[in-house]
């Protein structure tokens, strides 16, 4: 008969919470005790087998193996507990140790094959313990919500315990700063910390619980309001055993009470400074009891007699009727009444008052009096109509603004839709004001806008209207007008009067102005129709060399509408994710290898295939939408070719043009940062192209600008050089790296030597100027041919590639690849 594994009465001894089990390296249950029935319900048959087959899928489980490999190599594990199903599917938790089994065969490679182990139902205790942390996170969630920290002194073994909650109304944590007694009372306020140790001095012979308010100054120099309640408790001799204290942080509190106490006593103040009297009206007699604010208010001396009709005798007729009215009302219906009205009082000033009264009834019902308050609302009158004024009317011109002359064209509309009048809209526009402003300063360009607004209101008739509508933009509503001629007459008259010029400083100003006129009824029917169409109609005129006048007619609005559908296709394009980013390829004038390419925007619209810049730039140059359209060109461009260089495909920069509002935005140094992070883009491997002209309207502020997105580490590049104008003070100041030779001066060579010359001075300027050169359009041979010979570095052009998708592009800085020497 075999050894057993465990003697009987050792066996008997483990009872119904212990078990022994001997385990082998592949996790075999070899031997188990004859009583796992017993703790666990298996039969001693059942439980033999793979061990893992009985464990929950929990993380601590995964332990086993670890240790059981530990002690088949001979070294006993540490006690660990795992989570088990009995034979009833119950979880249980076990206690286990594994011992290393020894091993009869001293010529193995291991210390042992085997290993011994012993388990222990934990489960109650588990579920004790888990259910006594439960309740721990709750106590101190609710201390944590209701901002209350508990605290014990233990007397007798001299500790000090905190709880969580008290830490956080310190602010500290238990690690960072251990509280004892003496440290607890370093945070009380200075002020107050005689107060507090007078306290815990007298709560250890107090026989009831001891309760202050005081103050905490934490180590941030917060002071926190808290209220403390504290008690002792003694054993059999009377001897302080354990003092516990509670601390809720009331901070909160004493500043809603502070502020309540506050706006008590600011109320208070206010009705004094307020002005408001109280009155009694009696209906039978009409005799009138005031108060000294009421007498005040109405200019009456305190104590006179006063009845009604010396309150009718001080209002205006109208406001006289509407007061009799509200009387009636008020006894009628016994409802709160109000009225404002104006006084004029005994010393001659005007007064608005507020009443409000409401009907007092006898035991019969009848009513006998009014009874009410009186305040003076003059301030508030007088704001009102300030107010007023500045919301219909120009603050620099005084004239009406665009919400006042809405509601006059309202008005006009609705006399002459009566009468079968007409009236004409002028939609004013000085011509190239920009420049006045650039050139003079923005304080001369707001004085000649008060000016014009003063001429043009001289210019005006009683029955006519003017308002500055914003910027340099005027409306003049001329009405009484019998033929379209009398419109035409206004117009010369003001063209004339702004020719004589303005003076401002001793300096005479010569300005012009171009005028749309759009008419009633013919050219619209409401203030918006007639205002738009003439302003459609100045655009016209402005079309027209400016200084002169236009009639609004309907292809003009057939125009409007035109660029209003393609706006909002633009819009709708790029959320729809229709635009495309093509790359036109730059080569070296030698090798006639690609070093670099522009990035070049294409519309995919659904209707009209492929659309060029040229069908659409205009149209978003107009709006605030070229700053997105430039801003998500900026991204492709940097996802692009970021993803190039990371192939090793050796693409060079990347050029992308800016709009001028890009560079008025104040966002595109940030936008550049964002693309450069968002796709790990460094800064040389792009290039920012700008036009000569958008430096030269702002150059202090563009230089500035241009010189920190220089600093980046991003380059940049003049466009369309010496197509306008050119200034060399400028150039030399622009942190550049690149000028371009606009194909204008490339189409012709070489069969025009003035072209050949310009571009040969070009090339000799940039090489003076250490700057790079890339020449635009070359489409012949004999084209490029020059520019080798010129000096010139790169060039782009049909000659070798258009404008290509990012694929092709990417097909063609491959195949470069491949053909490498």
């Known amino acids: 008969m075999a050894t057993p594994l465990i003697p009987d009465e050792l066996q008997a001894a483990m009872g119904t919470t212990h078990f022994f089990f001997v385990m082998d390296a592949q996790g075999q249950l070899t031997e188990v005790s004859d009583n796992i029935e017993s703790v666990l319900g298996y039969a001693k048959a059942d439980f033999l087998g793979a061990y893992d087959r009985f464990l929950t899928p929990r993380p601590e489980n995964e332990r086993v193996g670890h240790f059981l490999e530990q ?110 007694m003496d440290v607890f009372l370093e945070f009380v ?50 001897n302080p055993r354990l003092t516990t204290g ?68 001080q209002m205006p007729e109208n406001d006289r009727r509407k007061m009799q009215a509200e009387i009636v009302k008020a006894t009628d219906t016994g409802e709160e009444r109000e009225l404002v009205h104006a006084i004029i009082r005994e010393d001659g000033t005007k007064r608005w008052l507020l009443q409000r009264g409401v009907t007092k009834y006898d035991l019969a019902g009848k009513p006998v009096r009014l009874v009410g308050t009186v305040q003076d609302i003059t301030e508030r009158k007088v704001a009102e109509e300030e107010l007023y004024y500045l919301a219909h009317h120009d603050a620099l011109t005084g004239l009406a603004n665009r919400s006042l002359f809405t509601d006059l064209l309202h008005q006009a509309i609705a006399e002459n839709q009566r009468n079968h009048g007409a009236f004409a809209v002028l939609f004013i526009d000085l011509d190239h004001f920009k420049e ?77 102005a171009s005028i749309g006129i759009s008419l009633f009824p013919e050219d619209g029917n409401t203030p918006d129709l007639l205002i738009r169409n003439a302003d459609a109609a100045m655009y ?80 978003a140059e107009k709006t605030d939408l070229i700053v997105d359209l430039g801003e998500w060109v900026l991204h492709q461009a940097c996802e692009h070719n970021a993803r190039w260089h990371r192939m090793g495909l050796a693409p060079g920069r990347v050029s992308v043009n800016i709009s001028p509002k890009q560079l008025a935005k104040d966002r595109l140094k940030s936008t550049l940062l964002n693309a450069l992070g968002t796709y790990q883009c460094e800064p040389d491997w792009v290039e920012l192209e700008i036009i000569e002209r958008f430096v030269m309207s702002d150059p202090k502020r563009t230089l500035w600008l241009l010189n920190e997105i220089h600093e980046l580490g991003i380059a940049l590049s003049i466009d369309d050089f010496g197509t306008e104008y050119s200034s060399l003070t400028y150039l030399k100041q622009m942190p550049l790296s690149t000028l371009k030779i606009d194909r204008a001066f490339v189409k012709d060579i070489p069969d025009d030597p003035n072209d050949m010359a310009i571009v040969e001075a070009m090339l000799a300027l940039a090489d003076k100027f250490q700057l790079q050169t890339v020449a635009e359009g070359v489409e012949t ?41």
Request: proline fraction near 4%; charged fraction near 25%.
């Open 189 to 238: 306020d200075p002020a107050d910390r005689h107060q507090v140790s007078q306290l815990l001095h007298s709560v250890v012979t107090a026989s009831h619980p001891l309760r202050s308010e005081y103050r905490l100054r934490l180590r941030d120099g917060q002071l926190r309001h808290v209220v403390g309640e504290t008690e002792t408790l003694f054993d059999a001799e009377g």
């Open 71 to 180: 002690a088949i190599s001979g070294h006993p594990s540490p006690a660990f507990s795992i989570e088990m199903c009995d034979a009833s599917g119950q979880k249980r938790w076990l206690q286990v140790q594994f011992f290393p089994k020894p091993n009869p065969d001293e010529h193995a490679g291991r210390a042992s094959v085997q290993a011994e182990g012993f388990a222990t139902d934990i489960t109650v205790f588990s579920q004790l313990l888990e259910e006594s942390s439960r309740l721990t996170q709750r106590l101190e969630r609710a201390q944590r919500l209701a901002k209350v920290g508990i605290w014990e002194y233990d007397h007798v073994g001299d500790d000090f315990y905190c709880s969580p909650g008290l830490h956080a109304i310190l602010a500290v944590s238990q690690d960072d700063c251990p509280l004892t």
């Open 436 to 512: 006045i402003n650039d050139s003079l300063g923005h304080s001369k360009g707001d004085e000649v806008i008060k000016l014009v607004g003063q001429r043009l209101h001289g210019l005006s008739r009683d029955s006519d209207s003017i308002a500055r509508l914003g910027g340099d933009e005027f409306a003049f509503l001329v009405r009484d007008l019998y033929v379209p001629s009398g419109a035409i007459v206004v117009a010369e008259k003001i063209l004339e009067d702004l020719h004589r010029g303005l003076v401002i400083d001793g300096e005479r100003y010569y300005l012009s």
């Open 781 to 821: 041979e004999a084209q490029l041919a020059f520019l080798k010979d010129a000096g010139a570095d790169a060039f782009q052009g049909f000659l070798k590639s258009r404008a290509v998708p990012a694929e092709q592009f990417e097909a063609l800085l491959q195949a470069q690849r491949k053909d490498a020497p």
């Open 540 to 619: 016209h005129a402005k079309d027209n060399e400016r200084n002169t006048y236009a009639f609004y007619t309907h292809e003009m609005t057939q125009q409007a509408l035109d660029h209003v559908q393609l706006d909002n296709q633009l819009r709708q394009a790029l959320l729809l994710h229709q635009f495309e980013v093509w790359y036109q390829p730059k080569y070296d004038c030698q090798s006639e290898r690609i070093v670099g390419s522009e990035a070049l925007i294409r519309w995919q619209h659904p209707e009209k295939g492929l659309l060029l810049p040229g069908a659409f730039i205009d149209e």
């Open 246 to 313: 509670t601390l809720q942080d009331i901070t909160d509190l004493h500043l809603t009470e502070k502020k309540v106490s506050h706006m008590r006593s600011l109320l208070a103040e206010t009705e004094s400074i307020a002005q408001i009297g109280s009155w009694e009206l009696e209906l039978d007699t009409h005799r009138l009891h005031y108060s000294k604010g009421a007498y005040l208010i109405h200019g009456f001396e305190v104590g006179r007699e006063v009845v009604l009709e010396d309150v009718f005798a």
